[in-house]
């Protein structure tokens, strides 16, 4: 099982971002998606996660921002981004669970993509 997201790059303060990720491989179930950044200099954080029937968690930070979403047929986790300000600046992880198709529960992170917020 893969994990590949897409979306990041430089943007304005207040402007908006879309980031998308697909997992793909030998899937049986895909559970909770959500997604986690790291500016530099600090641990990872929780952004927002998503469970399969749609419930939806938020960092405080990010609450009336941010909305994430998901496409179960396509095993994809989305995260719209208004009202970016710098401290949104980090590298973006997205995170699956996953029940393989031999019945495995893992949970598996894409590779990272940079979100720079600055004028």
């Known amino acids: 099982v893969q994990l590949q997201a897409s979306g990041g790059g430089l943007v304005q303060p207040g402007g908006s971002l879309r980031l998308s990720c697909a997992a793909s491989g030998s899937i049986f179930k895909t559970n909770a998606m959500g997604w986690y950044r790291q500016a530099p200099g600090k641990q990872r954080e929780l952004v927002a996660t998503?469970?399969?029937?749609?419930?939806?968690n938020y960092a405080d930070s990010v609450k009336g921002r941010f909305t994430i979403s998901r496409d179960n047929a396509k095993n994809t986790v989305y995260l719209h981004m208004n009202g970016l300000n710098p401290e949104d600046t980090a590298v973006y992880y997205c995170n699956a669970n996953v029940i393989d198709d031999r019945y495995v529960r893992s949970t598996y992170w894409g590779p990272g993509t940079q979100v720079t917020v600055s004028s």
């Open positions: 998503i469970i399969s029937g749609g419930g939806t």
